[in-house]
C-alpha cells in the first residue's frame, strides 16, 4: 500500500516518476517531495516519467512537473524530463519561460521589524509630502490675491457651491441636534443643582469655541474634503493632472490653490451658520424642560459668550477648512492610477481630516490656555 | 537638423532602469515611432521626454525652447470642461493670443481635426475616437513644433485607428510639425511613421533604430524582424 502512494523513485542517478493510470493526484501538488518517494535530494540531471498507457493529462499534471522542475533543476543546468508527451513538454515549456527568477524565489515576506520600517518611512514621506504641498500653497497665496494665479473661475465658483449651499443642510441638522443633545445632558444635571440657567452657558462656550468648528469641519471632511480627493484621484488616473503638468501648469496652482482658499473662506462663514444652529437646538430644548422662556435663555448665553468666543472659533473654522482642503487634495494627487487608488485616497482623506481636526484642536486648546483667552 | 535629441537616456522607477542610454535625433517634419513590447517603457520614456518625470541619467534636449503638445493614451480631457473649453484652456493659462479670439482658434483647431459642432459637448458623451480627436485639438492649442501622441490608437476600431492616422499625417504636412508616437500598432506604424527606435523590455536598452519596412528585412535582432513582420503590409 504504501509503495504504490511514492511516485518517486531515484535509480542510477536519475528520477522515476510512475505516473498513475488516472494521472497525478492534485494533493500531491501540496505534499513535500519527500513523502511521495524522494528520498535523496540529488541532484539529478533527469527525470524520467512513465506514462500509463492513455493518459489524458490535465493542469494538475502539467503543475507536479513543473514543480519537480522548479525544485530539483541544479543551478545553471537544466533538468532533462524524458518520456513526456510533446504536447505536456511544450505547455511545460511556456511555464519555464514565466518561472520567476531564483531572487524572486527566495526573496522571504518581510517580518514585523521591517513592515513597521517600511511604515515608518512611508509615514515619513506622506508627512513630508503634505508639508511640501502647505508650503507650494502659502507661497502661491500672494499670487492668487493679486489675481495672478493660474486657475479657472468657473471651477472656483464650483468649489464654492460645493463646499457651501450643497452643505447647508447637513451642516444645520447636525449643528442643531448637538445642541440639543447637549442642553439635554446639562439640564438633567444642572436641574439637580438648581442651576438649570446655566446650561445656557454651557451650550453656547462648547458650541462656539469647541464643537461647532470640530463637528462643522468634520461633516465637511466627510463631504468636501471626501470629494476632492476622489476628484483629483480621479483626474490622477486619467491622466489629467498629466495634461497640466505638460502644458507646465503646476496642479498645485491650478487644482489645490482654488479649494484650499474656497475652503478656507466658506468654514468660517458656516462656522457662523452652525453656531447659530446649535444655539437654536439648545433653546430648544432647554425652555421646555427647564420651564424658562427663551428671552431669559436667550439673555443667559448673551452673558456667556464674550467676543473672544468667537473669534477662537472663527480662527478655528478657517484653519480647520484650509486643513480639511489640503488633506483632501494631498491625498487625490498621492492616489495610485486605479480604481482601488480612488477608494484608498478618499478613506485616507477622511481618517487624516479627522484625526488632524482634533489634533489642533488640542493645539488650539494648549494655545488659548498659554494665552490665558 | 534633429528637433529633439535623446543623449545617453536612461528611464525607469526607483532604482530600477526600464531602459538604459537610449540615444536618437528626431528631424524637423518627421514622425518617429517608439516601439517595442509590452512593459518595455514605451511610455516611460515619453513621459521623460515631456518632462513628466526626470530621466535617470542623460539628457533629452529640445531644439530652442520645448514646445510641444501631448495626446495622453486615453486622452486626459478635463471631464468638468465642454470640448470647447478644453481646448480654450492650453490658451487662457498661458495668455496666448487675445483673449476674444480664442474661442475662434479653438473652433478652428476642433474643424481642423473634424470636430465642428461638438464644441459645446463634454467628454463623457463623446466616443473614444471622438475623445481622442479633442485631444489632439487640445494638444495642437498652443501651436506647438512637436506633438507627442501616446498609444493613439489604443482602443479605436480599425477604421477611427486609420483616421486618427490620416489626420496626424495632415497635420505634420499641414502645420510642419514633428510628431513623436508611442505605438505597437504595426499597421499605424507603417502607414504613418518614417523612422523608429525598437525597445527590447527583456534587455533594458533599444535595439534597433531606422525606418520601419528596412528594419523589418534587415534588422541585427531577430526579435524585431519578427515583431515587425507580423503585421500584414
Not at chain 1, 517580518?111 to 517600511?118: F, T, Y
Amino acid at each position: 500500500m504504501e509503495t504504490r502512494l511514492k511516485p518517486l523513485r531515484p535509480q542510477a542517478g536519475e528520477l522515476v516518476v510512475a505516473v498513475p493510470e488516472n494521472g497525478i493526484d492534485p494533493s500531491w501538488l501540496a505534499r513535500p517531495l519527500a513523502q511521495l518517494g524522494l528520498e535523496e535530494a540529488g541532484p539529478y540531471a533527469t527525470v524520467r516519467v512513465q506514462p500509463p498507457a492513455s493518459w489524458r493529462w490535465g493542469s494538475a499534471d502539467a503543475a507536479f512537473f513543473a514543480r519537480l522542475v522548479a525544485e530539483l533543476q541544479p543551478p545553471g543546468r537544466k533538468l532533462a524530463l524524458q518520456g513526456l508527451p510533446p504536447e505536456l513538454d511544450k505547455l511545460l515549456a511556456l511555464a519555464r519561460g514565466a518561472a520567476p527568477s531564483a531572487a524572486h524565489r527566495s526573496a522571504k515576506p518581510p517580518g514585523i521589524r521591517a513592515r513597521l520600517g517600511v511604515a515608518a518611512l512611508d509615514t515619513a514621506d506622506e508627512a513630508r509630502a503634505f508639508v511640501a504641498l502647505l508650503g507650494e500653497v502659502i507661497l502661491l497665496l500672494p499670487r492668487f490675491l493679486c489675481a495672478r494665479a493660474k486657475i479657472r473661475r468657473a471651477e472656483l465658483v464650483e468649489v464654492l457651491a460645493e463646499s457651501s449651499s450643497r452643505a447647508l443642510a447637513i451642516v444645520a441638522v447636525t449643528n442643531l441636534l448637538m445642541g440639543a443633545i447637549l442642553a439635554f445632558v446639562g439640564a438633567v444635571q444642572l436641574k439637580t443643582f438648581g442651576a438649570g440657567i446655566y446650561v445656557a452657558n454651557l451650550v453656547g462656550i462648547a458650541s462656539v469655541r469647541e464643537l461647532t468648528p470640530i463637528l462643522t469641519a468634520i461633516v465637511l471632511s466627510g463631504r468636501t474634503g471626501a470629494s476632492f480627493a476622489a476628484r483629483i484621484a480621479t483626474m490622477q488616473g486619467n491622466e489629467e493632472v498629466d495634461a497640466l503638468t505638460a502644458l507646465k501648469v503646476s496642479a498645485v496652482e491650478f487644482l489645490v490653490l482654488p479649494r484650499v482658499v474656497a475652503l478656507g473662506l466658506l468654514m468660517p462663514l458656516l462656522y457662523a451658520y452652525g453656531c447659530a444652529f446649535a444655539l437654536l437646538g439648545g433653546l430648544a430644548v432647554a425652555t421646555p424642560l427647564l420651564d424658562l422662556s427663551a428671552t431669559a435663555y436667550a439673555a443667559q448665553t448673551q452673558l456667556a459668550l464674550k467676543p473672544v468666543q468667537f473669534a477662537i472659533g472663527g480662527l478655528k473654522a478657517l484653519v480647520f477648512g484650509g486643513l480639511v482642503a489640503l488633506i483632501g487634495c494631498h491625498y487625490g494627487l498621492r492616489a495610485a492610477r486605479s480604481a482601488a487608488g480612488v477608494g484608498a485616497a478618499t478613506t485616507s482623506a477622511v481618517v487624516a481630516a479627522i484625526v488632524g481636526i482634533i489634533v489642533l484642536d488640542a493645539v488650539f486648546a494648549v494655545c488659548a490656555n498659554a494665552l490665558k483667552v | 537638423m534633429s528637433v529633439i535629441s535623446l543623449q545617453d537616456v536612461s528611464v525607469g522607477y526607483g532604482s530600477v532602469a526600464v531602459q538604459s542610454r537610449v540615444s536618437a535625433q528626431v528631424g524637423e517634419r518627421e514622425i518617429f515611432a517608439i516601439v517595442g513590447d509590452s512593459g518595455s517603457g514605451k511610455s516611460t520614456l515619453l513621459r521623460a521626454m515631456i518632462g513628466l518625470m526626470p530621466p535617470q541619467s542623460g539628457r533629452v534636449v529640445f531644439e530652442g525652447a520645448p514646445s510641444f503638445g501631448v495626446l495622453f493614451q486615453n486622452g486626459a480631457l478635463w471631464s468638468s470642461m465642454s470640448v470647447l473649453e478644453n481646448v480654450m484652456l492650453p490658451m487662457d493659462l498661458h495668455g496666448e493670443w487675445p483673449r476674444a479670439a480664442r474661442p475662434a482658434l479653438a473652433r478652428f483647431k476642433l474643424a481642423l481635426v473634424g470636430l465642428a459642432g461638438s464644441e459645446e459637448r463634454y467628454p463623457a458623451s463623446l466616443s473614444g475616437g471622438m475623445r481622442k480627436r479633442a485631444a489632439l485639438a487640445r494638444a495642437l492649442a498652443l501651436d506647438p513644433k512637436v506633438l507627442f501622441l501616446d498609444e493613439p490608437s489604443a482602443g479605436l476600431d480599425p477604421l477611427a485607428s486609420r483616421r486618427l492616422d490620416e489626420l496626424v499625417l495632415s497635420l505634420r504636412d499641414g502645420l510642419g510639425i514633428t510628431v513623436v508616437l508611442v505605438t505597437h500598432e504595426l499597421e499605424s506604424l507603417y502607414r504613418i511613421a518614417d523612422r523608429m527606435i525598437f525597445l527590447d523590455g527583456e534587455a533594458h536598452r533599444p535595439v534597433a533604430l531606422g525606418v520601419p519596412a528596412e528594419l523589418a528585412r534587415s534588422a541585427e535582432s531577430r526579435k524585431v524582424r519578427e515583431f515587425l513582420s507580423r503585421a500584414s503590409r
